[in-house]
């Protein structure tokens, strides 16, 4: 399936190169094309029959909500460095992105010839690009009130400037005192093909959910080949539900700064860093968080991932019932003696678990096994599952 | 053209013609040390009659071959006799400086000189020193010719309190550049390195150098954005002879000179000359707003665009050769004898030339950069490291310098235009490895092995055109200068690629060590300074006195550019290799499965890393220089800038699109300041021997164009990114303003004969929002500066100097001289809040943060010595040279970031100069440098903690043998 869509993908390529020259919009007899090129300000509303096209790194502003239809497609330019695109939802500002398993919302860039007709008639795969090229856009950035652990100039401090973002702009800042924050809900919510570059070790995730209150809904996620990490939470208390990330070029699932929420019900496969890279606090406020019911898959043909989970020695996260497959010899979980770490219901699907786990060693709550965790029913519109790469 | 070449004819004519010989000289007075204009110069029995002296003071006389007794006479002052002048046919004669003692009425008598005693002495410089009112301190080229010194930066470090760092730039007095300035003939002019204030001064031969001469306090009629110290070099315009020279020299450094692990890269044909030969252009279209990528454009035409670019990547070892330096240097004047006015007065034509070429090879075995954090937890004291970057780097530079100056006088009036280039280029090749940690805030954690390639050419191209009128009937002198100046600094495809090695995968990754970039930076800048003097003579309280006024106009612009691209995969990536030099063959372009390179722009259209800037200084002054009494010399002075700095520019955001918070700026206003700049300066004579000085001054220190910009630079081998001072933080308003110094110093000296001299001195100086690096706290991930004010500074300072001959232990050492000076210093910052509450909040169980520190840039003391002996028969010196400067805080960190640190650099050099040959017409130099064999290091330094390193290399101990064959 994998193969036909690549195969299928280099000829709609060839055909597209043999017409064109200059730049070209796709065809856009039955769809507008709409250019967004500066903050949100005041409240809007997208709608599904319209392409959005990101011009720049564009900032819904404190106070301000973004309300975005079902099945609506948002582009964003290519560019790297400063010249990346993104939707960044600052604190105090709301996301109103609520998709459904037919009409998901799709963040994509521009190279991708996806159409709303295209969503409509419930095909969700890119038309043209492999689900394997990544870094054409930036991402998806939400910011929130939640509290954090950071320390920075003024030791330990509530707020702290988002990755990815240069600091001369205010509206990168996260963090606060208010768990309980609502920056919106999103839902059904497939974001693609970004993670554009902003300078070595400094890039755009997916989807980053910088400080997030418990008051805002992230579910039904699904995150195709980003160049950076699939999702990275800072902090906050969100709980995050049945969650995709397929083909990223950093970490599947990335935690720092002491998150407060759980993620339930998750599908990671073939990152090329750690499947999941969980970092602890970084000031002195810590709190853990729970990760649970997931399958990983930690390599293919073509990736391996660099490891299973990576732990810090002060790391706060409980993980329970997660599934892993693919595991190549190298492969390994980190870390098996920080406190705050547990394990339980682990399980490898490897013969021999301590050849995987750190310096050999050996944990009650890591298994062989060949039982899958994940929930795997609910991802049935994604891209993913549409390959037929999620049974 | 035809005319200057009829005339060079012409004058070659000049030369040969006359059988009879010449006599050379300057008049000077001997108590200031200031030129004679108009003395009578009398040879009774020479043949052909009498001369004056010009407005320089020099005079030449033609005489016939023989021996004679020269008299030099000059209204209120005693006629000075010198006696056994030998004329030769066809050769010149040179008498050096006579310096005439005003009448006394207690001595009438005339006063003679023996012509072969009377050594080319440094009359003029010595007395300026010892009787000028303000400090100021020089070596001339008397004393040049007679050290040896080659370039004007080796003679510089000979002038009190100087400092030289990287063999090129100067400081004074432990203040670092931005406080410390450098013109040549008096007029500002930009360094091949257009962001520093003070020139590149090792390509002036020294016999084209007139004198160097260094002010540490301010008057009036000189530029105010100085604090330290000025530093002048005044190149020649009408050598007293011809002088022609070919010079060769060489050196090894063992660890970069035919190393066979010198690193470089494939460049362009060119690059010994300075120059790219396009081999690292820009693709035409890379130029475009959009580029070829991927989908948009057909493959073919991606592949074509990729393929557009150098495909070397990577860094290849090859045998480095020796440095060498050649160097040709001419000069001479000619009587215009067609041209002999009824007076009797004949025209002079003078021009010199030099032309240099040098070729040095650096490289460093060990290059070591770290970004170092500290822990929240206050009870852990040793720091951890982010980023630890340890490789080789070498580089091969290569300059080329050119110097013309034509002149032409004639007793009172004296014209000059000296047209000057310079052309560098340095190519530069490192690898490293990266080793970044996960665990430190805001990292990600990576192992990366990147290659880089670097090329920086650079290129000024200078006219000076100066006139020169004297009215001694009215004790007046005119004189106006125009100096424009082009600077081009680019650096054309700077190259970083860095593969990420995972334990089972090794490719680029773009939240590691990155995808490979690509930056091309192109710099600008255009000087005109323009400056009218007037010096007037007149009496005061019975004493001589003069009144200087004049006025002039700066114009600075500069336009700047980064453009960016970085280099893309369609998809997976998949390398059957890591050598850098195989990812742009052609299989791996797009569309060729698996790699699919392509390219992104990084570039913002309008580009937010584009400025373009212009400045203009309108000054006038008055100050007038008087006695009050036999003792007491002052010069008070009132100078008045007016600076305006505009600016157009953009912020990211507005470049993005966000015109509402975005930021642009279309040629406004980003400085404007009218300031008065008071100075006074006192000198008291205790005696003959013994002098009191004070003075009291008021300066300036302006931020640069590229510090009041958006720009953005990173250093893609550190990956250390210096931001323009417009960005606003919590901490920093993003109003950048000037410096203002008050400045007050003291001293007490006492000279001895021979040279020999001992002072002592201190000085205060206050800065009003000194600028400094500091680190952008709100950054964890990259390190970034900005350039900031930071609140007040006070600096406290002694020095002491002393020269010294051994002849006083016992007189057959008279030949060994010790010089030495030491400055101590104690600079102090008081912090603002942000800055004390955020070190407060990183303090260490154990520690008492306050808030004061020392200022950035200030070293704490500063300590040269140096023993040389000198044979002046055979022109022979040996001399055993040390400096050393104290711990200087470099950057500023705030909190978890701690302070970067400059330390000690031991430096340790002996030279020897001789001449050899026959008739010992060939200069022989040796040299060795850095005999400790110290390390460049700059640490992180944080309470109860070991340093870590912030960067280090080893520039090695080395040789150099030089000869110069005089012509």
Redesign the interface.
């Known amino acids: 399936m994998y193969k036909f869509t690549a195969l299928s993908a ?1 000829i709609l ?2 055909l ?3 017409e ?5 919009d796709p065809p856009s007899s039955d769809y507008m094309t709409k250019i967004v ?3 949100l ?1 005041s409240n809007q509303t997208w709608y599904a029959d319209t392409i959005y096209q990101l ?5 819904v ?1 404190n106070g301000t909500t973004l309300t975005i239809e079902a099945g609506t497609i948002i582009k964003g330019e ?6 990346a ?1 993104a939707l960044l939802i600052a604190r105090g500002a709301k996301l109103m992105a609520i998709g459904t398993p037919s009409l998901p919302i799709i963040f994509t860039t521009i ?1 991708d ?1 996806i159409s709303p007709i295209q969503v409509a008639s419930g095909d969700f795969k890119s038309p ?3 689900p ?5 856009w930036g991402g998806v950035i939400i910011l929130g009130k939640g509290i954090i652990s ?7 401090v509530n707020e ?2 988002i ?1 990815g973002i ?6 990168g800042l996260y963090g606060g005192t208010d768990n309980a924050d609502n920056s919106g809900v999103l839902q059904y919510i497939s974001i693609r093909h970004g ?3 902003i ?5 755009i995730n997916g989807l980053s959910l910088g400080g997030v209150g418990s008051g805002t809904t992230i579910e039904n996620i699904e995150i195709v080949s980003n ?3 699939g999702i990275e939470v800072w902090g906050g208390m969100i709980n995050i539900t049945n969650i995709v990330s397929w083909n990223v ?3 599947g699932f ?1 935690t720092d700064q002491a998150w407060g929420g759980t993620l339930d019900n998750f599908v990671i496969i073939t990152p ?2 750690h499947c999941f ?1 969980l ?2 606090p ?3 406020y810590a709190v853990s968080h729970t990760i649970k019911n997931g399958n990983i898959q930690a390599s293919d043909d ?3 991932s ?2 299973l989970i ?1 732990t ?2 002060n790391s706060l996260v409980s993980l329970e019932s997660i599934y892993i497959t693919d595991i ?1 010899p ?2 390994i979980i980190n870390r098996l003696d920080a406190p705050g770490v547990l394990y339980a219901d682990i399980v490898l699907n490897v013969d021999t678990v301590s050849n995987f786990l750190k310096n050999g060693g050996t944990h009650p709550g890591i298994t062989a096994g060949t039982t899958p965790k994940a929930n795997t029913s609910v991802f049935s519109w994604t891209w993913a599952a549409q390959a037929g790469i999620i049974q | 053209m035809r005319a200057i070449i009829s005339l060079c004819f012409f004058l070659f004519a000049l030369s040969t013609f006359a059988q009879v010989g010449t006599v050379r000289g300057t008049v000077l007075d001997a108590e200031t040390g200031e030129t004679i204009i108009g003395a009578a110069v009398i040879c009774n029995n020479c043949g052909s009659g009498n001369t004056a002296t010009d407005l320089d003071g020099h005079f030449s006389l033609n005489a016939q071959p023989g021996t004679y007794a020269i008299e030099v006479a000059y209204f209120t002052y005693r006629t000075l006799k010198l006696i056994e002048v030998k004329v030769t046919a066809g050769e010149i004669t040179l008498v050096g400086e006579l310096g005439l003692l005003p009448e006394d009425n207690l001595k009438l008598d005339e006063v003679t000189i023996i012509a072969e005693v009377n050594r080319n002495s440094e009359i003029a410089l010595l007395t300026l020193k010892r009787k000028s009112a303000a400090m100021v301190d020089g070596i001339s080229s008397a004393r040049i010719a007679q050290i040896g010194d080659g370039t004007a930066v080796e003679a510089a470090k000979r002038v009190t309190g100087v400092t030289v760092e990287g063999g090129k730039y100067v400081y004074i007095r432990g203040l670092g550049d931005r406080y410390s300035k450098t013109t040549l003939n008096g007029m500002d002019i930009p360094g091949l390195d257009p962001d520093k204030n003070t020139i590149q001064m090792d390509i002036f031969p020294t016999d084209l150098v007139n004198n160097i001469v260094v002010s540490k306090t301010f008057t009036a009629d000189q530029p105010a954005d100085f604090t330290g110290g000025l530093l002048n070099i005044e190149t020649k315009a009408f050598p007293d002879k011809k002088v022609g020279s070919i010079s060769f020299s060489s050196s090894f450094t063992p660890t970069m000179n035919l190393n066979p692990a010198f690193l470089r890269y494939e460049g362009g044909s060119l690059d010994f000359l300075g120059f790219d030969d396009g081999t690292r252009r820009l693709p035409a279209l890379a130029r475009q707003s959009s580029i070829p990528t991927p989908i948009f454009f057909s493959d073919a035409e991606v592949n074509r665009f990729v393929q557009s670019f150098n495909p070397t990547l990577g860094a290849t070892r090859q045998r480095s050769f020796l440095d060498m330096k050649v160097g040709y240097s001419a000069g001479n004047q000619w009587e215009w004898k067609n041209r002999t006015k009824a007076s009797g007065e004949v025209p002079k034509l003078g021009y010199v030339f030099s032309l240099s070429y040098k070729s040095n090879y650096t490289y460093y075995d060990d290059v070591t950069y770290g970004e170092y954090q500290r822990y929240l937890d206050p009870s852990v004291y040793e720091m951890r490291y982010a980023t630890v970057q340890q490789g080789q780097l070498g580089e091969h530079n290569t300059l080329i310098g050119g110097v013309l100056g034509l002149a032409y006088k004639t007793n009172l009036k004296k014209v000059r235009a000296t047209l000057m280039h310079l052309q560098n280029g340095e190519s530069r090749a490192g690898q490293f490895w990266i080793d970044n940690d996960a665990s430190a805030v805001g990292q990600s954690g990576y192992k990366a092995f990147s290659n880089n390639l670097e090329y920086n050419q650079r290129s000024l191209t200078n006219l000076l055109i100066n006139g020169t009128v004297v009215k001694p009937e009215t004790g007046t002198e005119i004189d106006w200068r125009i100096s424009p100046t082009l600077s081009l600094s680019t650096d054309p495809d700077i190259r970083k690629t860095a593969f990420t090695y995972q334990t089972l995968d090794t490719f680029f990754q773009a939240g590691a060590g990155g995808n490979p970039s690509r930056i091309w930076r192109y710099l600008q800048e255009v000087n005109v300074p323009f400056r009218y003097d007037v010096t007037k003579k007149f009496t005061l309280f019975d004493e001589a006195a003069k009144l200087k006024y004049g006025a002039g106009d700066a114009f600075k612009w500069r336009h700047y550019e980064i453009l960016l691209f970085d280099m893309q995969f369609f998809g997976q990536q998949n390398w059957s290799n890591d050598d850098p030099n195989q990812v742009l063959n052609p299989e791996n372009i797009y569309p060729n499965y698996p790699n699919r390179v392509y390219y992104q722009s990084g570039n913002n259209d309008p580009n937010p890393n584009e400025y373009a800037s212009n400045s203009n200084t309108a000054h006038a002054y008055v100050h007038t220089e008087f006695s009050l009494n036999l003792r007491t010399k002052a010069i008070v002075g009132l100078r008045v800038e007016h600076f305006v700095q505009r600016h157009t520019g953009r912020d990211q955001s507005w470049a993005s699109g966000d015109y509402t918070n975005g930021k642009n700026l279309t040629n406004d206003v980003v400085l404007n300041s009218l300031d008065l700049f008071p100075s006074l300066n006192v000198m008291y004579s205790l005696n003959e021997s013994q002098n009191l000085r004070f003075s009291a001054t008021r300066t300036i220190a302006r931020p640069s164009f590229k510090e009041l910009s958006f720009a953005q630079i990173i250093d893609p081998i550190t990956n250390r990114i210096f931001n323009g001072s417009f960005f606003e933080y919590a901490a920093w308003s993003g109003n950048l303003v000037e410096t203002r110094i008050n400045n007050v110093d003291i001293r007490w000296e006492k000279f001895m004969d021979a040279g020999q001299m001992f002072s002592i001195s201190g000085f205060y100086k206050g800065f009003r929002n000194p600028i400094e690096m500091v680190r952008i706290a709100e950054q964890q991930t990259s390190t970034e500066f900005q350039p900031r004010n930071v609140g007040q500074g006070t600096m406290f300072g002694a020095e002491m100097e002393w020269n010294a001959s051994f002849s006083a232990l016992s007189p057959s050492l008279e030949n060994f001289f010790f010089n030495g000076n030491i400055t101590v210093i104690d600079s102090r910052i008081t912090m603002s809040d942000v800055e004390y509450q955020s070190r407060k909040s990183y303090e260490r169980d154990g520690q008492t943060v306050i808030n004061t520190r020392a200022m950035a840039g200030q070293s704490p003391y500063v300590l040269n010595g140096g023993f040389s002996y000198t044979h002046p028969e055979s022109k022979t010196n040996f001399g055993v040279y040390y400096n050393v400067k104290g711990s200087t805080l470099q950057i500023v960190g705030l909190g978890l970031f701690p302070d970067v640190y400059t330390q000690p650099f031991q430096s340790l050099n002996m030279s020897f100069t001789t001449k050899v040959g026959k008739e010992k017409g060939i200069d022989l130099k040796l040299r060795a440098m850095n005999l400790l064999n110290d390390n460049v290091l700059s640490v992180y330094k944080s309470f109860g903690a070991q340093d870590q390193i912030f960067s280090r290399y080893a520039p090695g101990w080395g040789l150099s043998a030089g000869l110069t064959f005089s012509l």
């Open positions: 280099v390529m060839g597209v190169a043999c064109s020259t200059p730049p070209v090129s500066s903050n300000t011009g720049g790194r564009i900032t502003t290519a560019g790297t460095g400063a010249n695109t190279a010839e043209n690009l492999d394997t090229v990544t870094g054409l950071a320390s920075n100039a003024s030791g330990d702290v400037q990755e240069p600091t001369s702009d205010p509206n993670g554009a570059n300078g070595a070790g400094n890039e160049q950076d990490d070029g950093d970490d990335d090329k860093g890279e970092d602890g970084e000031g002195t073509n990736v391996t660099e490891d990576n810090d020695a190549l190298g492969q």
